[in-house]
């Protein structure tokens, strides 16, 4: 089996910077990966890490240990429209076909 | 506009019924995943389709089934519904068996209610 585990909510001001936790656990691994999802809306991919290390995107960074299952994202100067839903995502390695969601982190950007 | 369609975007239908949502790739994707998504909640994994097979099954009911057609668009099929079955359907493409690098390109969804 595998789950992924994220805080349910973070909140921070604007201009600010903000990282969201994501443990996993999974029988084989290849990757993770961020997706943002805006109230109602698709969700949409942001990055993905293979390797150990940070992955940086403009103002977004997608750090991975896979010695210690575990990774995050870290949103620097924060805007409103940073508010949305973050979501860490695998493939376990049982079956390269799946593809896992963890529940979600709702990010409250506040004025 | 990730190029994946859904249709339809939102449907209401009463407890018992039997639903179709239908699911366009983006041109060339051969992979086909749905997920469910409750209120405020996560995308539940339910069935991916690879070239119009079956490659992967997660957390779908029995009630729930699935295909992939020649043409490569896709249909999930909900039957018996039920009050619970109320959600967000979203399918999502990617060109190969597998979720290269770790990207889907996903649909708008199709707003299900039951009532």
């Known amino acids: 089996g595998q789950s992924l585990e994220q805080p349910s909510e973070v909140t921070a001001v604007e201009g600010a910077i903000v990282q969201i936790n994501c443990t996993y656990q999974t029988s084989g691994f290849y990757g993770l990966s961020w997706y943002q999802q805006h109230d109602g809306g698709a969700p949409t991919f942001l990055s993905y890490?293979?390797?150990?290390g940070l992955e940086e995107t403009g103002r977004f960074s997608s750090f991975l240990s896979r010695s210690d299952s575990y990774g995050y994202l870290l949103l620097q100067e924060l805007q409103m429209k940073d508010s949305a839903s973050y979501f860490c995502?695998?493939?376990?390695?049982?079956?390269?076909?799946?593809?896992?969601f963890g529940s979600g982190t709702k990010l409250n950007v506040k004025p | 506009d990730s190029g994946v369609t859904q249709t339809p975007k939102h449907l209401i239908t009463a407890t018992g019924q039997r639903v179709t949502l239908r699911c366009s790739p983006r041109?060339?994707?051969?992979?086909v995943y749905w997920y469910q998504q409750s209120l405020d909640q996560g995308l539940q994994f339910l069935i991916q389709?690879?070239?119009?097979?079956?490659?992967a099954k997660g957390n779908i009911l029995e009630r729930f089934s699935a295909q992939q057609f020649p043409d490569l668009h896709s249909e999930l099929n909900l039957s018996s519904l039920e009050l619970g079955d109320s959600a967000l359907y979203f399918c999502a493409s990617t060109p190969r068996q597998e979720v290269a690098a770790g990207e889907l390109f996903f649909g708008e969804g199709s707003r299900l209610t039951v009532l």
């Open positions: 995502a695998v493939s376990p390695g049982d079956n390269f076909n799946k593809f896992y």
């Open positions: 041109s060339g994707d051969l992979s």
């Open positions: 890490n293979a390797l150990d």
């Open positions: 389709y690879y070239n119009g097979e079956e490659r």
